[in-house]
């Protein structure tokens, strides 16, 4: 059974950083989209960053420079990291970690949506404070 589980979330003042992890459990594909999504009240939920099987990553215009993404697999668990620096008060959201299934449309990778993605993790919330 596939989990993810997200961890790494707080508050920090506008300008500080934070990293968030997401811990793949049980996900076992060999090809893949993994992705972190935000989303805030009232508002649809975003992709932020994106990485494919053989590692390249792509970025929202409003965090490309500020956050990096990295993967690592340690032992059966997909890692899937976020460093997050230079922090605005409107990346403030729920974050969640997402993970395709066995089959997901070719260009996921390059053109994300909500539908694509077969796992989610529960959400960790950033808050960024001016």
């Known amino acids: 059974q596939v989990q993810l589980v997200e961890s790494g979330g707080g508050s920090v003042q506008a300008g500080g950083s934070l990293l968030l992890s997401c811990a793949a459990s049980g996900y076992a594909f060999t090809e893949y989209c993994m992705a972190w999504f935000r989303q805030v009240p009232g508002k649809e939920r975003e992709w932020v960053a994106i990485i494919d099987t053989t590692g390249p990553t792509t970025y929202a215009k409003s965090v490309k420079g500020r956050f990096a993404l990295s993967k690592d697999k340690v032992k059966n668990v997909l890692y899937l990291s976020m460093q997050m620096n230079s922090l605005k008060p409107e990346d403030s959201a729920m974050y969640y970690c997402?993970?395709?299934?066995?089959?997901?449309?070719?260009?996921?990778?390059?053109?994300?949506?909500?539908?694509?993605?077969?796992?989610w993790g529960q959400g960790t919330q950033v808050t960024v404070s001016s």
């Open positions: 997402a993970a395709t299934g066995w089959t997901f449309p070719s260009d996921t990778c390059r053109a994300p949506t909500i539908s694509k993605f077969s796992f």
